[in-house]
């Protein structure tokens, strides 16, 4: 029985396809599968699935591979699952750049992430064993246990809650807001690979305990940790998260400007729109968030359904806070909670 290592990328892809994060996903897509994903926007069956789930291989590994017979993963020199082997590829990811990210930029950091992930690819079923363990092990929660907690709770709806920086006052006013719609809510920040400049995970766990112990109704709000890669594909991954979180029992997905976006390669409400042309088969009631802003009239922050002072709007914006906090400068509270900027001050906050 041939064995194979994998790095900690796959390994987490692996646990999310094993516990079921990633359905209808029941193993690494074939050549098939990413073609028709490419192209469709669907798994090789027609399922609905946008994005590109795929385990790479070694080029050496090739020769001791045989199809249709088991081959057992490990991370680390610990077995953590088995793969039957029914797909071998080397898929053009070059020319399936502009399909997956709207771009042929080769610089997109999502397009450099998956040609940097691997050129020789093996798809079909996996078996998991072992979940990963690690620093934030406390934090990732199968959807088996959100749905038994959301049951517990006797939640009737849950709105599932993306993000992958730490929280400002804009993000604190869509949460709050949701939850006037919404039972509660499911705060799952994605702490997975992600491009160097963004917040790393410590921070961003950190501030969102910060933020649900002091700020929010605690027993209304799931904090959960997805470990899965950024894809930065703006429209298709939040098809892709929404998939996920009504994987984990929310009934509502909060869509914001930009969602998953990065630079100026989607427009700003792109996402919600295929969102919303996806709706009824993704089985999920998209929130569209527009703003918020802050307004200097009002004296808080709000969005245009609220607000009519135009001249007097401050976008919240997320790249000017974390150029502040990379020049180590002051910001203001109407921006982002001192309680906030204090749980990450003095610490290493970005990946590098």
């Known amino acids: ?46 399922v609905l699935f946008p994005l590109p789930v795929m385990l790479p291989i070694k080029e050496a590994d090739i020769a001791s591979i ?22 071998i590829f080397k898929p053009d990811i070059y020319g399936s750049r502009k399909s997956l990210f709207s771009t042929d930029d080769i610089n997109h950091p999502g397009f450099k992430l998956l040609i940097e992930s691997g050129t020789i690819f093996i798809g079909g079923p996996i078996k998991f064993y072992r979940k990963v363990e690690n620093e934030y092990s406390t934090y990732e929660k199968s959807p088996k246990e959100v749905k038994n907690f959301i049951k517990l709770e006797n939640m009737k709806s849950v709105a599932g809650f993306q993000t992958r920086n730490v ?20 705060v799952q920040p994605l702490i997975g690979k992600k491009k160097s400049g963004d917040f790393n995970p410590h921070s961003v766990m950190t501030s969102y305990k910060v933020l649900k112990k002091s700020f929010l109704p ?11 890669s950024m894809r930065y594909a703006g429209p298709r991954e939040a098809i892709f998260h929404a998939l996920i979180r009504k994987n984990y029992g929310c009934t509502h997905f909060l869509v914001g400007r930009d ?94």
């Open 1 to 46: 029985m041939f064995k194979i290592n994998i790095d900690i990328n796959s390994y987490l892809e692996l646990e999310k396809i094993g516990i079921g994060a990633f359905n209808p996903l029941e193993g690494f897509m074939t050549e098939n599968d990413f073609y028709s994903v490419v192209n469709n926007m669907r798994l090789e069956n027609g």
């Open 66 to 87: 045989k199809y249709n017979e088991i081959i057992k993963l490990f991370y680390n020199k610990i077995e953590v699952g088995e793969i039957l082997p029914v797909s």
């Open 167 to 186: 929280p400002h006052k804009a993000h604190e006013h869509i949460l709050l807001s949701a939850l006037k719609e919404v039972d509660g809510l499911f």
């Open 218 to 228: 605690k027993k209304r709000v799931i904090l959960g940790a997805l470990t899965t």
């Open 259 to 352: 969602h998953a976006g990065v630079g100026n390669y989607y427009g700003e409400y792109d996402a919600q729109k295929l969102c919303i042309e996806f709706e009824k088969e993704l089985n999920i009631k998209i929130i569209r968030i527009r703003g918020p802003f802050y307004c200097s009239k009002c004296a808080k922050i709000t969005t245009d359904k609220e607000c009519q002072h135009i001249k007097n709007r401050i976008p919240v914006s997320g790249t000017n806070i974390r150029e502040d906090l990379i020049n180590k400068k002051s910001i203001s509270e109407k921006f982002m909670r001192k309680e906030i900027v204090e749980s990450i001050k003095g610490k290493e906050i970005f990946i590098e």
